[in-house]
């Protein structure tokens, strides 16, 4: 069964025009993350929230935004997307115990800009 | 800084063993961790290790660290085209903010 659930798996938006993508998931973890993942590049972390607190990375740009109005659900919201922003946009979830600090990841979706 | 480095690609023959290298310079690391992707599809966890541990092993998986020289080491025992994917190496701090690796990318022939 899907724990993290991402939709959709494709998304194609035109440039400047916003686009949203979204994240749910089954495992009540307490912490969501977004990754951006460039062709043949490594996963980078945009952001994440600790239940409620969101936790922005110093060079995460401000084009990028973020909203969790609830444990389950996780948005990551591109207000004007440009080329270099095509992606694979990697949704996580993990708990913060010592025994449950596994991040189980999303199938992604990808990003094409036109 | 943060930083994680691997090779970038591996090609064995099915049957054989495979060794992928990593390397971090966070000495304050305390989890890491290797992560497989499949063409088109998210990040699958195989394996991970606690910063002080030596070894772990998971069925045909063997995780070696060596905190001195920041050194990771992922062993696929009995290598089957299945595993052929990209493999990434991590690092975290705290609880499951990572930094990645670039992925090495095995290739299994038969």
């Known amino acids: 069964d899907a724990m993290v659930i991402q939709n959709p798996r494709y998304q194609v938006t035109q440039f400047g025009k916003p686009v949203t993508l979204s994240c749910s998931q089954t495992?009540?973890?307490?912490?969501m993350y977004w990754y951006q993942q460039k062709s043949s590049q490594a996963p980078k972390l945009l952001f994440h929230?600790?239940?409620?607190?969101?936790?922005n990375e110093a060079d995460t740009p401000d084009n990028f935004q973020s909203r969790r109005p609830n444990t389950s659900f996780c948005f990551l919201d591109i207000r004007s997307p440009g080329l270099g922003d095509a992606a694979m946009y990697l949704c996580?979830?993990?708990?913060?115990?010592?025994?449950?600090?596994?991040?189980?990841f999303g199938q992604g979706t990808r990003l094409t800009v036109v | 800084g943060e930083d994680v480095e691997q090779s970038l690609f591996l090609s064995v023959r099915e049957g054989d063993s495979s060794v992928i290298n990593c390397t971090y310079t966070?000495?304050?690391?305390?989890?890491l961790y290797w992560y497989k992707q499949e063409p088109g599809a998210g990040l699958q966890l195989l394996t991970y290790?606690?910063?002080?541990?030596d070894m772990k092993q998971d069925q045909r998986l063997t995780v070696l660290l060596n905190k001195k020289d920041k050194h990771l080491s992922l062993r696929i025992a009995d290598t089957q085209t299945g595993d052929s994917a990209i493999y990434f190496c991590?690092?975290?701090?705290?609880?499951?903010?990572?930094?990645f690796g670039k992925g090495t990318m095995l290739l299994v022939s038969p």
């Open positions: 996580a979830t993990s708990g913060t115990g010592v025994r449950n600090t596994e991040a189980f």
């Open positions: 495992l009540n973890h307490n912490v």
């Open positions: 929230y600790y239940d409620k607190d969101f936790n």
């Open positions: 966070d000495s304050s690391s305390t989890y």
């Open positions: 290790i606690f910063s002080n541990m």
């Open positions: 991590a690092e975290s701090r705290g609880y499951s903010t990572l930094t």
